[in-house]
């Protein structure tokens, strides 16, 4: 496994890769459901890269920048373990060098949910993976369904943009609780981490009501918000039932729906999602 720092060393590694590359972009604190984007990139590319990158572009306060978890020489080892090739590392100024001064920003796939929960979110997201998409010219890049809205606003970006890479959308992977894997756990306390499967009860209830034929997306929304009033230690940000294409918020669930919701358990975000029908 090769390991590089810089945009130049990054090309002259792949000038001699065999294709097709498929590229892994993550922020680090790698975990099993990173590792699941890596093995479907393996079993369908003949070179594997993964990026390690905290964006600070993509984070509102600085202070939720600095507290994200870090820790390469552990993120190495499970890249090595899980069979990557290239590992791309980057410093900020690697990526933004001086003078940096574009901003990719998609229109309104990117408006509601998470673009409404966090100002320029978006914006941070689609620019550095269009950097990289433009960086790695892989023929396939994963993404995982966890962030189901940051998936779609990819595939927007590099629909427009006419950029060759085919984005690939893979499932969310779960601690045996139901709880979706995510970086920012390793920051829950114990009892926060007791209280954070609410998140998926929540959703669960939710999608049931609907299988059970609740129509109403705002009766939908109410039974989420009920489970997670149940748990204290949650502070619901946002529950939404919305189309899966455009995200609007449904009044009348007629065809599939997407229930998600965020909400902060130890000042730390959580997100979740659940499609039905
Ligand atoms: P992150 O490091 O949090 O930016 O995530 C990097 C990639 O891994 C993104 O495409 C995420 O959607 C994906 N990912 C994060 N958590 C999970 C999970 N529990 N299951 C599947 N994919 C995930």
């Given at each position: 496994?090769?390991?590089?720092?810089?945009?130049?060393e990054?090309?002259?590694?792949?000038?001699?890769?065999?294709?097709?590359?498929?590229?892994?972009?993550t922020?680090?604190?790698?975990?099993?459901?990173?590792?699941?984007?890596?093995?479907?990139?393996?079993?369908?590319?003949?070179?594997?890269?993964?990026?390690?990158?905290?964006?600070?572009?993509q984070?509102?306060?600085?202070?939720?920048?600095?507290?994200?978890?870090?820790?390469?020489?552990?993120?190495?080892?499970?890249?090595?373990?899980?069979?990557v090739?290239?590992?791309?590392?980057?410093s900020?100024?690697?990526?933004?060098?001086?003078?940096?001064?574009?901003?990719?920003?998609?229109?309104?796939?990117?408006?509601?949910?998470?673009?409404?929960?966090?100002?320029?979110?978006?914006?941070?997201?689609?620019?550095?993976?269009?950097?990289?998409?433009?960086?790695?010219?892989?023929?396939?890049?994963?993404?995982?369904?966890?962030?189901?809205?940051?998936?779609?606003?990819?595939?927007?970006?590099?629909?427009?943009?006419?950029?060759?890479?085919?984005?690939v959308?893979?499932?969310?992977?779960?601690?045996?609780?139901?709880l979706?894997?995510?970086?920012?756990?390793?920051?829950?306390?114990?009892?926060?981490?007791?209280?954070?499967?609410?998140?998926?009860?929540?959703l669960?209830?939710?999608?049931?009501?609907?299988?059970?034929?609740?129509?109403?997306?705002?009766?939908?929304r109410?039974?989420?918000?009920?489970?997670?009033?149940?748990?204290?230690?949650?502070?619901?940000?946002?529950?939404?039932?919305?189309?899966?294409?455009?995200?609007a918020?449904l009044?009348?669930?007629?065809?599939?729906?997407?229930?998600?919701?965020?909400?902060?358990?130890?000042?730390?975000?959580?997100?979740?999602?659940?499609?039905?029908?």
């Amino acid at each position: 496994m090769q390991v590089v720092r810089t945009r130049a060393e990054l090309r002259a590694v792949l000038v001699a890769a065999t294709r097709p590359v498929g590229l892994v972009p993550t922020m680090g604190w790698l975990h099993a459901g990173h590792v699941s984007l890596v093995d479907r990139a393996r079993a369908e590319s003949a070179t594997v890269v993964v990026s390690i990158f905290v964006n600070p572009r993509q984070f509102g306060q600085s202070a939720d920048f600095a507290r994200y978890p870090r820790n390469e020489a552990r993120d190495l080892a499970m890249c090595e373990a899980a069979g990557v090739d290239v590992v791309f590392a980057p410093s900020v100024d690697e990526v933004y060098p001086p003078g940096f001064d574009t901003r990719v920003s998609v229109g309104a796939i990117a408006g509601p949910l998470e673009g409404a929960a966090r100002p320029g979110h978006f914006d941070g997201v689609a620019t550095v993976v269009a950097i990289l998409f433009a960086l790695v010219g892989a023929e396939r890049a994963y993404f995982g369904l966890k962030d189901y809205q940051q998936v779609q606003v990819i595939r927007r970006m590099a629909t427009d943009l006419a950029l060759p890479t085919e984005v690939v959308a893979c499932e969310t992977v779960r601690e045996p609780d139901g709880l979706a894997m995510s970086s920012r756990n390793a920051r829950l306390t114990p009892d926060g981490r007791a209280a954070a499967p609410v998140l998926r009860r929540a959703l669960l209830a939710g999608a049931a009501r609907v299988r059970a034929g609740e129509r109403s997306g705002a009766a939908v929304r109410d039974v989420m918000l009920a489970v997670l009033a149940e748990e204290p230690a949650a502070t619901p940000d946002y529950v939404s039932v919305a189309n899966p294409d455009t995200l609007a918020e449904l009044d009348a669930v007629a065809g599939q729906a997407l229930l998600s919701l965020a909400a902060l358990i130890d000042e730390v975000r959580l997100i979740d999602n659940e499609r039905v029908l």
